[in-house]
């Protein structure tokens, strides 16, 4: 199924979300059903993108908070009170959506705009209200695309010609408003002339590497190979990564990061092999409220996603699973973070800080 969309914003043949022109329907591309089945959601409701949020249709930080955006543009459409009736209802609409996933910082900084925009809009008609968030949610989404454009231009720079790039969890064009983040080094490292290969870890317990990293790699016609998360050490040992990138779901002031479950591990083996550790992120995923890792807020999924393998369970029907989503990797293990604002190496306080102002 092709993307039923006329004009996307991720300027790609696919896109993780988008607005339709109508500006009362979303359209996700549903992830859990890759690789083998292109499949696009058409969503009406404010209810039916927080759902969609909630059941991973739509994951990666920047795709949450632009799917988030797109959702009060549809809460938008059916708020036709008065001003203050029009703030409250679109307040709880915010709540709603602020709900869905707790760790991806871009959620709460996407709602956050589009609530201020809420408000400048309260005293006008009902099609204004719509037609000047609709404005508001597609600024965001073409914001990330430039974003990612620069941030792959500036972490390409860290790409030797030849190199092989580890990279966990997805952070590509699925996870993005297109091109992006930790993917989009590479693909500015393609456009800039350098042959690169990638090796993508599977990524349990959903396996976003191998489903979703590895088919749109594919599709670009890139060299990609994957891999158990298990096999990581093994391969440094070899000497056969020359360097890592991942995105993040969220940047703390200390440095910090948090992302993907069994992010922190690979960190760690990197440092045990001297291999640079580059995380890959949009300013947006920077919380400077929040002021190391260990005030991150990590989301617990269910004990289904770790208990069973393809719908089938793989574990004793009597016993229990651990499954935190995302896990902080210290900013001490990381060579640099990536954001279209310029690097910052090594991310602390002060370096965070400095790019902020």
Request: overall charge neutral.
């Amino acid at each position: 199924m092709s993307l039923p969309h006329p004009e996307p914003l991720s300027g790609a043949a696919y896109s993780a979300v988008e607005l339709m022109p109508d500006d009362h329907r979303v359209v996700m591309l549903d992830q859990r059903a890759l690789p083998s089945v292109e499949r696009y959601e058409m969503l009406s409701s404010l209810t039916e993108v927080a759902r969609a949020i909630e059941q991973l249709v739509v994951r990666g930080a920047p795709a949450i908070g632009i799917a988030a955006a797109y959702g009060m543009v549809l809460a938008a459409g059916v708020e036709r009170g008065p001003a203050e009736a029009f703030v409250r209802g679109m307040d709880k609409a915010r709540e709603r959506l602020q709900d869905t996933r707790p760790t991806a910082v871009n959620l709460a900084w996407a709602l956050g705009r589009m609530a201020v925009a809420a408000r400048a809009v309260a005293s006008q008609a009902s099609v204004d209200r719509v037609l000047r968030l609709a404005f508001e949610a597609r600024s965001i989404h073409r914001e990330d695309v430039a974003s990612c454009r620069a941030i792959g231009r500036i972490g390409s720079e860290r790409v030797p010609d030849g190199a092989t790039i580890l990279t966990h969890c997805n952070a590509g064009a699925l996870a993005t408003g297109g091109y992006g983040t930790a993917l989009g080094v590479v693909r500015a490292a393609r456009e800039g002339g350098k042959r690169v290969r990638v090796v993508a870890c599977e990524t349990r317990p959903v396996l976003q590497g191998a489903r979703l990293t590895a088919w749109e790699l594919s599709r670009d016609a890139f060299d990609v190979t994957v891999i158990t998360d298990s096999m990581v050490g093994q391969l440094l040992g070899r000497r056969r990564i020359d360097l890592i990138v991942v995105g993040a779901d969220r940047v703390a002031r200390s440095g910090d990061v948090a992302n993907k479950i069994g992010t922190y591990g690979v960190a760690c083996l990197a440092q045990a092999h001297g291999v640079p550790f580059y995380v890959a992120a949009p300013w947006s995923t920077v919380d400077l409220a929040c002021p190391n890792g260990d005030a991150i807020p990590i989301e617990h999924r269910s004990e289904g996603e770790v208990l069973s393998f393809g719908g089938t369970r793989v574990a004793p029907a009597e016993v229990h699973a651990e499954n935190p989503a995302f896990d902080v990797t210290p900013a001490r293990l990381i060579a640099a973070l990536f954001t279209e604002r310029g690097e910052v190496s090594p991310p602390s306080e002060r370096s965070l800080l400095a790019l902020a102002c």
